[in-house]
């Protein structure tokens, strides 16, 4: 019986950035448990679209810049649209700028800053309003990161925006969940991704980074299916305002 809490077969998600990487296995999970999928992408998800229909499930393919907000509504009629509700969201797109904080300029801060924070606050703001007006609750996750509990070097606005992100889970959580909508986030550590790879070909930055982690690999996109499913499912009903680190034991060396 506990095992069809995890079923979310008639459920409809939204995953944004979902074209490759921890997105891509995040649409995967969901759709294995059941869901459509709706992937809102600046590039074309084929890859992700082909392997969520593989499995019996709908995919919808929806382009934006969500670094502009006003695309927001016409996003969420348009996941509606798709079953006639939404039930999830995934708040998975982001980018990254490194530079030194003493040279950091104000469009690397406003690019991250836009896309990584203003848009998951506004997105999950236009899909909560959706979720009260069915009045069935429903389930927004947001990604975070290490940065959201540590301060990195060369990356001041994914710090700030990633911290962030941990910091309005907790205050969505705090007023929605009066309505059933549940607000939670997870906190990958270091992934094996088209994002990490060159670190993982430096032969000393990957010995490094492996050593400081107790699991002693890099995380793959497939470790977030669990995490990403229980948080989506009515199993993590009394789960509120809580951030989950997949992290391989980083946050606790």
């Known amino acids: 019986m506990v095992l069809q809490t995890f079923n979310l077969a008639g459920k409809t998600a939204i995953v944004t950035g979902c074209n490759t990487g921890l997105g891509q296995g995040m649409a995967l999970a969901l759709a294995q ?13 084929d ?8 499995l019996g499930r709908k995919f919808l393919d929806l382009r934006a810049n969500l670094g ?5 509504p016409d996003l969420v009629a348009q ?20 530079e030194d904080a003493i040279k950091f300029s104000e469009a690397d801060w406003d690019d991250v800053m836009d896309l990584n924070l203003k848009s998951v606050f506004f997105l999950s703001q236009a899909v909560a309003k959706a979720f009260i007006a069915q009045g069935k609750g429903g389930k927004i996750i947001n990604i975070a990161s ?27 959580a705090n007023e929605w ?9 997870i906190a990958p550590g270091y992934m094996a991704t088209n994002n990490t790879a060159a670190l993982r070909a430096d032969e000393q930055r990957n010995s490094a980074i492996l050593d400081r ?4 690999r ?3 996109p497939e470790d977030l299916a669990g995490p990403v499913v229980f948080l989506a499912s009515t199993a993590s009903d009394y789960v509120n305002g809580y951030t989950v680190a997949v992290d391989g034991g980083w946050l606790a060396r």
């Open 33 to 45: 448990a059941g869901a459509d999928v709706v992937g809102v992408n600046v590039t074309d998800p």
């Open 47 to 54: 890859e992700t679209k082909a392997g969520v229909e593989a």
């Open 68 to 72: 502009d907000i006003s695309c927001i």
């Open 79 to 98: 996941a509606k649209a798709l079953n006639g509700e939404v039930h999830i969201l995934v708040n998975n797109a982001g980018i990254i700028r490194r």
């Open 146 to 172: 290490m940065l959201s509990f540590q301060g990195g070097v060369r990356v001041p606005s994914y710090t700030a925006s990633k911290s962030g992100v941990m910091g309005i889970t907790r205050l969505m």
């Open 177 to 185: 969940a009066q309505h059933g909508v549940n607000v939670n986030a």
């Open 213 to 216: 982690i107790p699991a002693g």
């Open 218 to 220: 890099w995380g793959k």
